[in-house]
């Protein structure tokens, strides 16, 4: 049977009251802009898109030409679509309201405009993450603080991964779904409905090479995964670490696994490495309605209550009982030692 198109889901979702109309227009004007993205990815060398951009963003990063391409076709495509109150960003300071010029709407729009960016020049996959939030009742000019909201209130999340094929994973918090980008066409269709990650795996992803900066559970944790048969998990385990968040969560997403990001002495003082509110709220949304969990090792990640646009946590994700494992190494370490 034919795929659906992503516009068909949508619509379907909206007739059975799942979603309204801005919500419908909203992700496709997302999504829109990522196959804008995925043509300048597509065009390497080609398009003259590859390198720095020569500039740095507010957590000290230097850019990429294509953060910056991307975070702008994204600003762009949302600015006049009437459903948005404003708009945030890995590559902005502060959050936008939608200018005066443009009707604004009752959404708040989170995103991650290229993830795992080291990537680009070595042609490894990478990705754009968003994640979509209420603008609060009586607010017509949102700022940061109308953003600071806890995973449990976003109405959507998905990212785009920009590899062998473009894929756009979406939840609009009934299920999560995947879409494949039809080249010819232009349009995604829907290829995986209801994605049901594995409960057990034995395959984890984290960068290796922070080991000794990490603290004492993730460090007991990893050390009794690379024990294997032998050790108190009693089986192998398999690494692998694309450095691309999206991939990453792409394969666990497909085959189960865990993600880890952990605390580690380099990060500490900013709370850890990755971001909240546009990398690991939205991939804790998705990886959870697709039966997976998602935790800092001490608290659910979606019940964690914002303090900043830009805040850090550790993160780890994927399967729902690996998760608890890691998260049993760290009550077992808070209580005991
Ligand atoms: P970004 O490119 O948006 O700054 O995110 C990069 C993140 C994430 O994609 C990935 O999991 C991680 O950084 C990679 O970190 P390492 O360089 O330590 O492997
Ligand atoms: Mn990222
Ligand atoms: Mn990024």
């Given amino acids: 049977m034919k795929p659906i198109s992503l516009t068909r889901y949508l619509i379907q979702e909206q007739h059975a009251g799942r979603i309204n109309a801005d919500l419908r227009l909203l992700i496709e004007v997302v999504a829109r802009a990522c196959k804008s993205i995925s043509i300048a990815i597509g ?91 209420r603008c609060p009742d009586g607010v017509t000019a949102p700022g940061d603080e109308h953003f600071l909201q806890p995973g449990t209130a976003q109405v959507c999340a998905g990212y785009t991964t920009y590899g062998p094929s473009t894929q756009l994973v979406l939840t609009v918090g009934h299920g999560t779904h995947v879409f494949t980008m039809d080249r010819e066409v232009g349009s995604f269709m829907l290829t995986q ?34 024990a294997g048969r032998e050790g108190p998990r009693g089986k192998d385990f398999n690494m692998r670490w694309v450095a691309s968040m999206v991939a990453d969560v792409h394969r666990i997403i497909t085959r189960g696994g865990i993600f880890s990001y952990p605390l580690d002495a380099k990060c500490r003082d ?47 994700l994927g399967s729902r009982n690996e998760v608890a494992e890691a998260v049993r190494y760290h009550q077992q370490f808070d209580s005991n030692g």
């Fill in 193 to 226: 409905r209801d994605v049901q990650i594995p409960a057990d795996t034995r395959e984890f992803a984290v960068n290796m090479s922070n080991q000794r900066f990490w603290e004492t559970p993730m460090q007991r944790y990893v050390g009794d995964l690379l």
């Fill in 43 to 133: 065009k390497g060398a080609l398009g003259g898109v590859l390198g720095d951009a020569g500039t740095g963003n507010i957590q000290g990063e230097a850019q990429k030409k294509l953060d910056v391409l991307s975070n702008d076709i994204l600003l762009e495509a949302n600015a006049w679509g009437g459903h948005l109150a404003g708009l945030a960003s890995e590559e902005m300071d502060h959050s936008q309201p939608i200018p005066d010029a443009f009707q604004r709407g009752n959404y708040l729009l989170l995103f991650d405009p290229l993830d795992g960016s080291s990537n680009i020049d070595v042609n490894i996959s990478v990705g754009t993450i968003f994640s979509v939030l």
């Fill in 270 to 316: 900013k709370g850890g490495k990755l971001r909240l509110m546009y990398e690991a709220n939205p991939m804790a949304f998705i990886i959870e309605q697709a039966g997976g969990a998602a935790s800092t090792g001490r608290q659910r990640m979606l019940e964690v209550q914002p303090s900043g646009l830009h805040q850090r946590v550790p993160v780890f």
